[in-house]
């Protein structure tokens, strides 16, 4: 849990308030989407099938959000120094080494060194997923004036010291419109954007619910460290859990995994469809994770739509099963640490997969060419 200075920072919300937010808002909810769009090619299928939803979603903006794997480098380098002499020689190895065993493994089999990899830093994921923003808008024919805002150039460093951005001041200006209802942040990147607004306006967590994915299932006993999302700003992910905002919590690992999608089904349903389509089938055709994950013959592999849950959950609440439950706490280590005392906090457990394509693919029909 976070210091209590920083918790007392922000207002206490009332049950009645927590209730009245986590309902699920039904269609023309006020909506921001912030999103490391170029971070891999899920996001891009999930802003897509918002703009393409305009019946359905009120987008008010687009805020883009740092990413980066740096992070991982180090640690994936002694990885594969660790197999390449035969492998772990002690549980204490074999820890180590954790999520990252497959990808070293492919890194050994292919001949991949990992202090070659380029890893994208978070200033230019910033700015790379601003401007894959402004693509999407493109494809989809939606005109981006006035829609997208640039984000946080780094991660957290200090709960004082906020990232003031176009991005956190348009999240914080358009919860304070409270005569216009509550706002939804579909967050589907690092949290950056979110805490920042939060920190320089403690006031607007009685006006917006985030919705975020990321991690595993808060009853898994697991480290969240493996999470992109998560651990990329630490700071920022352990603000979210612990400040009281309203959350809807879509866990990545388990349920936002069931969203994998393959080539057949990309040559059937996505190519072809407008201009959105094609630039989707692209994106899928040629990967750019398949490189820095030593990915071979990714023909015959599916790959995860993660942020698609976020968007499907807004969309009709029987594609993503959620419960009720109370927010937990992350500790230094990224474990979760459960408190029923804790304030109120709504989680998915489950979802349609082949209804929530089914949507996604009816939208992409009715794309501009």
Same mark, same amino acid.
């Given at each position: ?10 207002? =206490?919300?009332?049950? !009645? ?14 909506? *921001? ?7 891999? *090619?899920d996001d891009q299928y999930a802003l897509a099938w918002a703009l393409l939803s305009p019946d359905r979603v009120r987008l008010e903006g687009v805020t883009a959000v740092p990413f +980066? ?6 640690? &994936? ?6 197999? =390449? ?29 990992? =202090? ?10 910033? !700015? ?10 493109? =494809? ?11 984000? #946080?150039?780094?991660?957290? !460093?200090?709960? %004082? ?11 914080? !200006? ?19 954007? *979110?805490?920042? #607004?939060?920190?320089?306006?403690? %006031? *607007?967590? %009685? ?29 920022? +992910? ?24 393959? &080539? ?59 419960? %009720? ?11 979760w640490r459960q408190d029923s005392m804790r304030h109120p906090m709504v989680e998915a457990y489950d979802l349609n997969r082949d209804a929530i394509f089914e949507d996604f693919y009816r939208c992409l029909s009715k794309a501009p060419l």
């Amino acid at each position: 849990m976070l210091d209590q200075d920083v918790i007392a920072r922000f207002p =206490k919300l009332s049950a !009645e308030l927590y209730q009245r937010l986590l309902a699920h808002p039904g269609h023309l909810a006020r909506v *921001i989407i912030d999103t490391d769009t170029a971070n891999e *090619i899920d996001d891009q299928y999930a802003l897509a099938w918002a703009l393409l939803s305009p019946d359905r979603v009120r987008l008010e903006g687009v805020t883009a959000v740092p990413f +980066s794997f740096a992070h991982h480098q180090d640690n &994936l380098i002694r990885s594969v120094a660790i197999l =390449k002499r035969g492998g772990p020689e002690n549980p204490a190895e074999e820890k180590f080494m954790g999520g990252l065993a497959g990808w070293a493994q492919r890194m050994v089999d292919t001949g991949s060194d990992p =202090k070659e990899t380029l890893f994208t830093l978070p200033k230019e994921g910033a !700015e790379l997923s601003y401007q894959e923003i402004l693509r999407v808008f493109g =494809k989809c024919g939606v005109d981006h004036e006035g829609k997208v805002y640039r984000g #946080a150039p780094g991660y957290l !460093e200090s709960f %004082d010291s906020p990232f003031d951005t176009p991005a956190a001041r348009f999240i914080v !200006e358009s919860a304070r419109r409270r005569e216009d209802g509550p706002v939804y942040v579909l967050a589907m990147g690092a949290l950056t954007n *979110i805490a920042s #607004a939060l920190l320089m306006a403690p %006031d *607007i967590i %009685d006006n917006m619910v985030v919705v975020w994915t990321a991690g595993f299932p808060t009853y898994a006993p697991f480290s969240n460290e493996p999470s992109l999302n998560l651990v990329q700003d630490r700071l920022s +992910s352990r603000l979210l859990f612990d400040c009281g905002v309203p959350q809807v919590y879509l866990p990545g690992y388990h349920v936002g995994a069931q969203l994998k999608i393959s &080539l057949p089904e990309m040559e059937r349903f996505v190519k072809g469809q407008g201009a959105i389509g094609d630039y989707l089938h692209h994106l899928y055709t040629n990967n750019p994770l398949h490189e820095m994950f030593a990915i071979t013959g990714a023909e015959a592999k599916t790959w995860v739509i993660w942020d698609m849950i976020n968007v499907a959950w807004l969309l009709d609440p029987a594609y993503v099963s959620t419960f %009720d439950t109370q927010a937990p706490s992350l500790d230094p280590g990224l474990y979760w640490r459960q408190d029923s005392m804790r304030h109120p906090m709504v989680e998915a457990y489950d979802l349609n997969r082949d209804a929530i394509f089914e949507d996604f693919y009816r939208c992409l029909s009715k794309a501009p060419l």
